[in-house]
């Protein structure tokens, strides 16, 4: 229900990684115990998936944003919880990718909201032929979120998968 740029803000930068923050600055102390590795692992894995799982059915653009934030922060606190110096590179990378795919996902949704009147995602067929800059900019974005190859969101998420596998 907030404005545009006050959810730009909040889910890219400031109270959604306020969490991850706390746990980056406490895994000095707590890196090496099993039942911490484990359960922060688990953790993260549980809400990416959770998370990702909710967005689906969400029609509302903010709102399926808000819900892939969600899913993110599991990646990132699945890679703390793994606790290899790549798996921590990799969870401050995407903190910064995140940030930057995210804040602009938001900001173009205001600017959808601001040109048709709703963010309803069954009403908003047909926007690449009435707003085609800001549907390029929602691809790049949205292709940088879904790591697509050449995208800052690919790199951080190669090396998510990179440590996930070397578990097992």
């Not at 090496?32 to 998370?51: D, P, R």
């Not at 922060?73 to 969870?91: E, K, R, T």
């Not at 069954?122 to 900019?137: D, I, N, S």
């Amino acid at each position: 229900a907030a404005p545009t740029p006050v959810s730009a803000y909040l889910h890219s930068a400031t109270m959604v990684k306020a969490g991850i923050f706390l746990i980056a600055r406490l895994f000095p102390l707590l890196v090496g115990s099993v039942w911490f590795h484990g359960v922060v692992t688990a953790v993260g894995l549980i809400t990416l998936c959770f998370a990702a799982f909710i967005a689906i059915f969400k029609h509302d653009l903010k709102g399926l944003l808000a819900y892939s934030t969600l899913s993110h922060l599991g990646l990132i606190v699945c890679l703390l919880g793994i606790g290899s110096p790549l798996a921590v590179a990799a969870a401050l990378f995407h903190v910064l990718n995140h940030a930057t795919f995210k804040a602009a996902l938001f900001m173009l949704a205001g600017v959808i909201d601001h040109q048709t009147g709703t963010r309803n995602l069954r009403k908003l067929g047909g926007l690449w032929t009435v707003l085609p800059w800001t549907a390029t900019l929602s691809m790049v974005a949205a292709a940088a979120m879904g790591g697509i190859p050449l995208t800052n969101g690919f790199l951080s998420k190669e090396m998510f998968l990179t440590e996930v596998l070397s578990l097992t």
